[in-house]
T-cell receptor, first 115, second 114 residues
Framework: EPEVTQTPSHQVTQMGQEVILRCVPI?????FYWYRQILGQKVEFLVS????????KSEIFDDQFSVERPDGSNFTLKIRSTKLEDSAMYFC?????????????FGSGTRLTVV | AQKITQTQPGMFVQEKEAVTLDCTYD???????LFWYKQPSSGEMIFLIY??????QNATEGRYSLNFQKARKSANLVISASQLGDSAMYFC???????????FGAGTRLFVKA
């Protein structure tokens, strides 16, 4: 079964450093997302991406965050200057054209620890 | 604004029994979709079931069914014949308004007892 692949599975970084979280969505999917989950709590929407641009973003997704699809397969989330409160599990998700009937396919997540 | 409420932080069920996980939602949109996801202790998020706001029949997927009561704005998940492997966190979620994002409830942790 097709998978969404995220790397790395765990990243530890110092406060103030830049991190890039990588995702390879399912190849025929068109809609891509980043979500985060702090310590097994609520899953929070960060950003959606369609047709090579951001379609929607949350108030969490401030100027410190950016997304890119540099080569048509990878989908990256960059945090420019990490803060302690950015520590969370970050999930990439994608789905196909049938927006309203499709659940997301989530990646297995990247656990980001900011120290 | 859209909102999802799951009022049961934790639920216990005996193996082989059925269990209902509650979910209520709030939206002013006429067209929306409701979803349930499962998150086992390993951490991955697994899509279980979908219900469209215009669907006349309740959705079913194997042992999962969605009890959709539109007037009450509720979308409860029913798991029949619970198995030990059903022990997990369950999230109710909604997407609507022509937008792309899905919002999630706080989740219900289900414990299945042998």
């Amino acid at each position: 079964e097709p998978e969404v692949t995220q790397t790395p599975s765990h990243q530890v970084t110092q406060m103030g450093q830049e991190v890039i979280l990588r995702c390879v969505p399912i190849s025929n999917h068109l809609y891509f997302y980043w979500y985060r989950q702090i310590l097994g709590q609520k899953v929070e929407f960060l950003v959606s991406f369609y047709n090579n641009e951001i379609s929607e973003k949350s108030e969490i997704f401030d100027d410190q965050f950016s997304v890119e699809r540099p080569d048509g397969s990878n989908f990256t989330l960059k945090i420019r200057s990490t803060k302690l409160e950015d520590s969370a599990m970050y999930f990439c998700a994608s789905h196909d054209r049938e927006i309203y009937r499709s659940g997301y396919t989530f990646g297995s997540g990247t656990r980001l620890t900011v120290v | 604004a859209q909102k999802i409420t799951q009022t049961q932080p934790g639920m216990f069920v005996q193996e082989k029994e059925a269990v209902t996980l509650d979910c209520t939602y709030d939206t002013s949109d006429q067209s929306y979709g409701l979803f349930w996801y499962k998150q086992p202790s390993s951490g991955e998020m697994i899509f279980l079931i979908y219900q469209g706001s215009y669907d006349e029949q309740n959705a079913t997927e194997g042992r999962y069914s969605l009890n959709f009561q539109k007037a009450r704005k509720s979308a409860n998940l029913v798991i029949s014949a619970s198995q030990l492997g059903d022990s997990a966190m369950y999230f109710c979620a909604m997407r609507g308004g022509g937008g792309f994002k899905t919002i999630f409830g706080a989740g219900t942790r289900l414990f299945v007892k042998a």
